[in-house]
T-cell receptor, first 112, second 113 residues
Framework: RKEVEQDPGPFNVPEGATVAFNCTYS??????FFWYRQDCRKEPKLLMS???SGNEDGRFTAQLNRASQYISLLIRDSKLSDSATYLC?????????????FGTGTQLKVEL | NAGVTQTPKFQVLKTGQSMTLQCAQD?????MSWYRQDPGMGLRLIHY???????DQGEVPNGYNVSRSTTEDFPLRLLSAAPSQTSVYFC????????????FGSGTQLSVL
């Protein structure tokens, strides 16, 4: 089983739609979770951290389910500019920048 | 505010050639690292450094060398390029070793023929 698994997509959605991605992780001791965004042929950029209580940043909501070992990203009112690949990132304890496992990414295409 | 600067953006090598990918950051970050990204695989850590003079291996270090003589610079050397090293390479840094928020350079697309 991969340490971090994501549905590669692509998810093709119309502008204005709500879309959700899930990511599962295998290490139950993981404590830090992130979503990064990567535009085509560009570098990954941190979108948001994922907290145990869930967190929201504008149209983006991240949730963590420790019991089932998955995290999710919900995007409301999708914009064309949201088209990108979304990378799920999980730490391997004890943590630190060198202890991150990246998923392969979920591709989102928002269409008119 | 340059952030993390990587050069070159593109490079084509012949099998057996050597080269150095440059990475510099101007944020006074303690932690720097190199990743490679291949289709169908997540980013994989090649080497990392927790400070000047300190380097360590990541998941896929074979065929690569690094050094960290200054806080700002972290070059990646390919000793004898192989087709299996065809990939996109990213340099990344973070404020400290325990800080998992990474800032990435714009990447280097390397082809080894």
């Amino acid at each position: 089983r991969k340490e971090v698994e994501q549905d590669p997509g692509p998810f093709n959605v119309p502008e204005g739609a709500t879309v959700a991605f899930n990511c599962t992780y295998s290490n139950s001791a993981s404590q830090s979770f992130f979503w990064y965004r990567q535009d085509c042929r560009k570098e990954p950029k941190l979108l948001m951290s994922v907290y145990s209580s869930g967190n929201e940043d504008g149209r983006f909501t991240a949730q963590l389910n420790r019991a089932s070992q998955y995290i999710s990203l919900l995007i409301r009112d999708s914009k064309l500019s949201d088209s990108a690949t979304y990378l799920c990132v999980v730490n391997r304890p004890p943590g630190g920048g060198n202890k991150l496992t990246f998923g392969t990414g979920t591709q989102l295409k928002v269409e008119l | 505010n340059a952030g993390v600067t990587q050069t070159p953006k593109f490079q084509v090598l012949k099998t057996g050639q050597s080269m150095t990918l440059q990475c510099a950051q101007d944020m006074n970050h303690e932690y720097m690292s190199w990743y490679r990204q291949d289709p169908g695989m997540g980013l994989r850590l090649i080497h990392y450094s927790v400070g000047a003079g300190i380097t360590d291996q990541g998941e896929v270090p074979n065929g690569y060398n690094v050094s960290r003589s200054t806080t700002e610079d972290f070059p990646l050397r390919l000793l004898s390029a192989a087709p299996s090293q065809t990939s996109v390479y990213f340099c990344a840094s973070s404020y400290s070793t325990g800080n998992e928020k990474l800032f990435f350079g714009s990447g280097t697309q390397l082809s080894v023929l």
